[in-house]
């Protein structure tokens, strides 16, 4: 096992550069996600790792070793595709066995560790079934043994369960988890779904634009959001966000509302900055802000409140049940220290 | 009252009713090429005595066999349209792939130039090529014609084949790099598996266009190379006896057999969705 160091790279399509100088250390036997929305570079990367794609400035470090100018076989990496990439004309033990015997490992060997890559992943009944007989979840678990099989030093995987139904992607999800858990090989997974970045990895680096906005641990990323982007993408329902304007301590919406600003931030009176609260950090409160509610959406765990301030939309995710009207005015605050204020202009996180 | 299922029962029998002229429509050349060649004299009889066989004989294939040689011409025939199937595969397998690895302007440029081949008509080559085979010591030889016939098999089938690569998804290639193929372990273990059934297909009917091929041969076959698509001409008309229909109609019967046993020994191979399951699902 070995872990993987992305150095100064950098990717450009003829003219067009799509990934602008990315540096990302993953540590030995992490599972680390590459979120982002698409054309963010995640995939691209990806493949650059994989040597699928070359770099166009950098360098990839698979353990100890520069893999630049290695071909994809040499650079010990298994893939497991979007659209699964099985050969359909070979059974799911011969797509399983397919890399170990263009290896030259004798039948006897391949046969083995078909077979525990088979019980590892309860496939054992299906090894003579061609790929067209197989569900989707099937397919994608065949792509995941050919992976396996190989027993390389990191997997990578490419958006692998967007093709599955809900259901499926939430019980896959957790089978990935598990398998990663158990063979603890370094993993990079690319997603454009925050849910399944937020559930599955050890470290999550968000991309935009072809640069890292932010890596870190999940619960770092939705505590602490770097910038604006990392702040408004990770987390569902949304994150609200409203300008307000600092004065004497105190935090002025533009309707003439306000908070007291927290401490531990720097800010100068007159100074304009954007106030990011998370849904379910807005607590009904007898003093604070007065919200106009505009939909009530009970979902039964919660209930998810559409409401105004002033002119802007702000989600309210209530846990207790509450007696909601449309029209109705809800008077919500902050948890204390969950408040989070950003620059406008450079977007980045003020406190 | 008139129901709705009613009315579609009227409808699926009016389509039932249509069908079956459609049949027998297709149908009757062959049935009545088959029984001409059954009956002893196959002009002036009506179609019902033919149908009926009411004058059954097996003479015309016996002449067919012996005054027609039907073996030599058989022999060439063989020979031409199987090589043809072979060299055609052997340079556009590999040039079709080519092609598809290629982008943008040259691949265009290379594919039009292909299919443009095919806009002339066969008749326009027939004469030029006859020249120039006699040139060459080619006139008259079935080199000559099988070459004749590489010249309309290799753009058909470049093209073919072309769009066939076309669907293979590039996933399935790049699954096959991450697995350590070669770039010819590529070729030949992921992508050419996939569009099998593809090539056999055109294989086929690469085999059957030479087969039926008749212009070429009257201008190029001379007499040695002459395949059964103009040995069946001997008996069209002569000094002694004008056309013999039921002779020309039994040597159809065998030229057109060996095409439909082969047909439909090979069907089992044309089955599409070879590549059904291998993306998506």
């Given amino acids: 096992m070995a872990g993987v160091s992305i150095q100064n790279v950098e990717k450009a399509f003829g003219g067009v550069r799509v990934i602008h100088g990315i540096d990302i250390e993953i540590a030995d036997g992490a599972f680390v996600v590459l979120v982002g929305p698409s054309g963010c570079?995640?995939?691209?990367?990806?493949?650059?790792?994989?040597?699928?794609?070359?770099?166009?400035?950098?360098?990839?470090?698979?353990?100890?070793?520069?893999?630049?100018?290695?071909?994809?076989?040499?650079?010990?990496?298994?893939?497991?595709?979007?659209?699964?990439?099985?050969?359909?004309?070979?059974?799911?033990?011969?797509?399983?066995?397919?890399?170990?015997?263009?290896?030259?490992?004798?039948?006897?060997?391949?046969?083995?560790?078909?077979?525990?890559?088979?019980?590892?992943?309860?496939?054992?009944?299906?090894?003579?079934?061609?790929?067209?007989?197989?569900?989707?979840?099937?397919?994608?678990?065949?792509?995941?043994?050919?992976?396996?099989?190989?027993?390389?030093?990191?997997?990578?995987?490419?958006?692998?369960?967007?093709?599955?139904?809900?259901?499926?992607?939430?019980?896959?999800?957790?089978?990935?988890?598990?398998?990663?858990?158990?063979?603890?090989?370094?993993?990079?997974?690319?997603?454009?779904?925050?849910?399944?970045?937020?559930?599955?990895?050890?470290?999550?680096?968000?991309?935009?634009?072809?640069?890292?906005?932010?890596?870190?641990?999940?619960?770092?990323?939705?505590?602490?959001?770097?910038?604006?982007?990392v702040?408004?993408?990770?987390?569902?329902?949304?994150?609200?966000?409203?300008?307000?304007?600092?004065?004497?301590?105190?935090?002025?919406?533009?309707?003439?509302?306000?908070?007291?600003?927290?401490?531990?931030?720097?800010?100068?009176?007159?100074?304009?900055?954007?106030?990011?609260?998370?849904?379910?950090?807005?607590?009904?409160?007898?003093?604070g802000l007065s919200t106009r509610v505009r939909i009530v959406e009970p979902t039964g765990a919660e209930i998810h409140v559409g409401a105004q301030l002033g002119d802007t939309p702000v989600t309210v995710v209530l846990r207790e049940r509450h007696d909601l009207h449309p029209d109705q005015t809800l008077t919500v605050a902050p948890l204390a220290g969950r408040l989070h204020l950003f620059d406008p202009k450079t977007e980045a996180r003020l406190n | 009252m008139i129901s709705a299922r009613m009315k579609k029962h009227g409808a699926i029998w009016i389509v039932h009713a249509l069908l079956g002229l459609w049949l027998v429509f297709s149908l009757l050349p062959p049935v009545m090429l088959v029984a001409a060649s059954l009956n002893r004299t196959a002009l002036f009889r009506s179609p019902l005595d033919l149908l009926m066989f009411r004058d059954f004989t097996l003479e015309n294939f016996s002449q067919a066999f012996t005054r027609g040689d039907f073996w030599f011409f058989f022999t060439n025939s063989v020979i031409i349209s199987a090589s043809a199937v072979v060299i055609t595969l052997i340079v556009c397998v590999p040039l079709a792939y080519g092609l598809t690895k290629i982008s943008g302007r040259a691949r265009e440029a290379v594919s039009f130039g292909v299919l443009a081949m095919r806009f002339i008509p066969y008749v326009v080559l027939a004469l030029p090529l006859f020249l120039i085979f006699v040139n060459?010591?080619?006139?008259?030889?079935?080199?000559?014609?099988?070459?004749?016939?590489?010249?309309?098999?290799?753009?058909?089938?470049?093209?073919?084949?072309?769009?066939?690569?076309?669907?293979?998804?590039?996933?399935?290639?790049?699954?096959?790099?991450?697995?350590?193929?070669?770039?010819?372990?590529?070729?030949?273990?992921?992508t050419l598996p996939v569009v099998r059934s593809g090539v056999v297909a055109l294989a086929i009917l690469v085999f059957i266009i030479s087969w039926n091929e008749?212009?070429?041969?009257?201008?190029?076959?001379?007499?040695?190379?002459?395949?059964?698509?103009?040995?069946?001409?001997?008996?069209?008309?002569?000094?002694?006896?004008?056309?013999?229909?039921?002779?020309?109609?039994?040597?159809?019967?065998?030229?057109?057999?060996?095409?439909?046993?082969?047909?439909?020994?090979?069907?089992?191979?044309?089955?599409?969705?070879?590549?059904?399951?291998?993306?998506?699902?």
């Fill in chain 1, 41 to 229: 570079g995640k995939s691209t990367l990806l493949r650059i790792i994989a040597g699928l794609e070359d770099v166009t400035s950098g360098a990839i470090m698979i353990g100890d070793t520069e893999v630049n100018d290695m071909a994809p076989k040499d650079r010990d990496i298994a893939m497991v595709f979007q659209n699964y990439g099985l050969y359909p004309h070979m059974t799911v033990a011969q797509n399983m066995g397919f890399a170990l015997k263009l290896a030259g490992v004798n039948k006897a060997e391949i046969a083995k560790r078909v077979g525990n890559a088979a019980d590892i992943l309860n496939l054992d009944a299906l090894l003579d079934r061609f790929p067209r007989q197989l569900s989707g979840g099937q397919r994608q678990r065949v792509a995941m043994g050919r992976a396996i099989v190989r027993n390389p030093q990191v997997f990578l995987f490419d958006e692998p369960l967007s093709n599955l139904d809900a259901k499926l992607r939430v019980q896959m999800r957790a089978e990935i988890k598990q398998l990663h858990q158990r063979l603890k090989v370094t993993t990079v997974y690319v997603t454009h779904d925050q849910i399944e970045a937020m559930t599955m990895a050890d470290v999550i680096v968000v991309m935009h634009d072809g640069v890292v906005k932010q890596a870190g641990s999940p619960l770092d990323l939705y505590d602490t959001p770097a910038n604006l982007f």
């Fill in chain 2, 214 to 281: 008749y212009l070429f041969a009257l201008f190029l076959a001379g007499n040695d190379a002459q395949p059964l698509t103009v040995g069946i001409t001997r008996f069209l008309g002569g000094a002694e006896a004008g056309a013999e229909y039921g002779i020309i109609a039994a040597y159809a019967v065998l030229v057109i057999a060996p095409v439909i046993l082969f047909a439909l020994t090979a069907n089992r191979f044309i089955v599409s969705g070879m590549t059904a399951g291998a993306v998506k699902g």
């Fill in chain 2, 136 to 190: 060459l010591g080619l006139s008259g030889s079935r080199v000559g014609l099988l070459l004749a016939h590489l010249s309309i098999h290799i753009p058909f089938a470049t093209w073919m084949l072309v769009g066939f690569f076309d669907t293979v998804p590039h996933e399935l290639e790049e699954a096959g790099i991450v697995d350590g193929c070669s770039p010819w372990n590529l070729f030949w273990n992921v």
């Fill in chain 1, 231 to 287: 702040a408004g993408f990770i987390g569902s329902p949304a994150m609200n966000f409203m300008d307000a304007t600092v004065t004497s301590g105190a935090l002025v919406f533009a309707d003439g509302q306000h908070l007291p600003a927290p401490e531990g931030a720097a800010l100068t009176d007159g100074q304009v900055v954007r106030v990011g609260i998370r849904p379910e950090d807005l607590v009904v409160a007898d003093a």
